[in-house]
């Protein structure tokens, strides 16, 4: 049906052949819209599908889907973006932008520029690592990956792990972790220092390593205290 105005309505798929082009002055040209007076959390709200016809028609290989991130009400349309495709037969979410701004990666994050974590002048930045594991278990782990193919060394450079240190998953310990890049390709670090959850401090050295404090020869004092005398050792 073509309006007086010039717009067009179809009731069913539009297929075109060729490359479309819509020129505008710059105001909206696309508008996906879901005929729906009651939209619920989780409902989809509209897709975008990218398709081939190799082996067969209409194979799905990737997709934007915009869903309903709650129900919408009054000036509340929250809608979380959802980035998906296809690596084996079936339609994988890799990447979701929340309603609330905050996004969520399904697998690895490859980069080979910086990351930066910043806020503005007067917030304070955090990096959040999120897990569940026993007793003694890591929930978090920080690797320092080492890419180089001369294939000399350990390729976890070293590391760093949250422990927990109850069964429920409560509690944290931290572990860090260095190698010498003296063992087999692809051998992973190991446990040189241990900061307790009660701020025990304990030390795994190699053979003949050292434990230095004050390399580098400042006039500092070092203290060994007790509740009682601030200097137990001199």
Not at 195 to 211: C, E, R, V
Request: charged share 10%; glycine share 12%; no cysteine.
């Amino acid at each position: 049906v073509v309006d007086i105005d010039g717009a067009v309505d179809m009731a069913s798929t539009l297929a075109v052949g060729g490359t479309t082009t819509v020129a505008t002055d710059g105001t909206v040209q696309l508008v996906l819209n879901r005929a729906d007076a009651s939209i619920q959390d989780n409902n989809q709200i509209a897709q975008i599908l990218v398709t081939g016809d190799d082996p067969s028609a209409s194979q799905s290989g990737a997709a934007i889907t915009f869903v309903a991130g709650s129900a919408w009400s009054s000036n509340v349309y929250a809608t979380d973006i959802v980035f998906s495709n296809d690596a084996s037969g079936t339609l994988t979410e890799r990447f979701r932008i929340n309603a609330d701004g905050t996004a969520n990666f399904a697998s690895s994050i490859n980069t080979n520029s910086d990351v930066v974590i910043a806020k503005s002048a007067t917030g304070i930045p955090s990096l959040t690592l999120s897990g569940f594991a026993g007793a003694n278990s890591p929930y978090s782990i920080i690797n320092f990956y080492n890419s180089d193919g001369s294939q000399q060394g350990p390729n976890n450079a070293a590391q760093i792990k949250a422990l927990a240190i109850n069964s429920d998953g409560s509690g944290g310990s931290l572990d860090f972790h260095t190698s010498t890049g003296t063992g087999s390709n692809g051998a992973d670090a190991t446990k040189k220092v241990t900061i307790g959850g009660g701020g025990a401090f304990t030390t795994y050295p190699s053979a003949g390593q050292p434990t230095v404090f004050n390399e580098n020869g400042l006039d500092v004092d070092f203290a060994v205290e007790s509740d009682a005398n601030s200097a137990m050792l001199f």
